[in-house]
């Protein structure tokens, strides 16, 4: 039976749902998510497609959410440190291809990767959860006597419902 990823529609879809999960990964691993790290979470969760670091700048820096220094004094080191922290510990990912952000499927799993699925038409990405392409990756990789230490695949082309568009 495929990985409930393989479904195109499988992302979050509920952001406060989605915060709360990392709410309590960052409980249990006994880490710190701060105002303005919740607040980059929140809006990469609520955009629902891969998000740029500049365009949560200018978000964050026109939030009412945040109090009127935090909103006021943000700046593109603060955002970068906050989207390095929801990096390192697993809770969104990063096309590199797009140099965009989204929010991961598995808030409680650690950092992990995922073959994603980039649509050029309307920028939506799929996280296809196939732990037998990351492997073969690897495997092929290692029997070439290279030391894989990242992972990054990224296909890009037009999803199911661009195409059927037209």
Do not use: W
């Not at 479904?7 to 309590?24: G, K, Q, T, Y």
């Not at 929801?86 to 799993?109: D, Q, Y």
């Not at 290279?146 to 059927?164: D, N, S």
Request: aromatic share 4%; proline share 7%; with cysteine.
């Amino acid at each position: 039976m495929p990985h409930p990823c393989t479904d195109p529609h499988h992302h979050v879809h509920d952001a406060p749902s989605f915060v709360d999960a990392v709410e309590r990964a960052c409980r249990e691993r006994s880490l710190r998510l701060t105002p303005i790290r919740a607040r980059v979470l929140t809006l990469i969760a609520e955009q629902g497609k891969p998000i740029k670091a500049y365009d949560l700048l200018d978000r964050i820096r026109a939030d009412k959410a945040l109090d009127e220094d935090s909103a006021g004094a943000a700046a593109p080191p603060t955002v970068y440190r906050a989207l390095d922290f929801l990096l390192a510990n697993g809770f969104i990912h990063k096309l590199e291809s797009v140099n965009a952000f989204v929010a991961c499927h598995h808030p409680n799993t650690a950092q992990h990767s995922v073959p994603f699925l980039i649509c050029d038409r309307c920028h939506s990405a799929v996280e296809l959860e196939d732990e037998r392409v990351v492997a073969q990756l690897d495997e092929k990789a290692r029997a070439l006597g290279f030391v894989p230490q990242a992972q990054t695949l990224e296909v890009h082309g037009i999803c199911a419902r661009c195409a059927q568009a037209g």
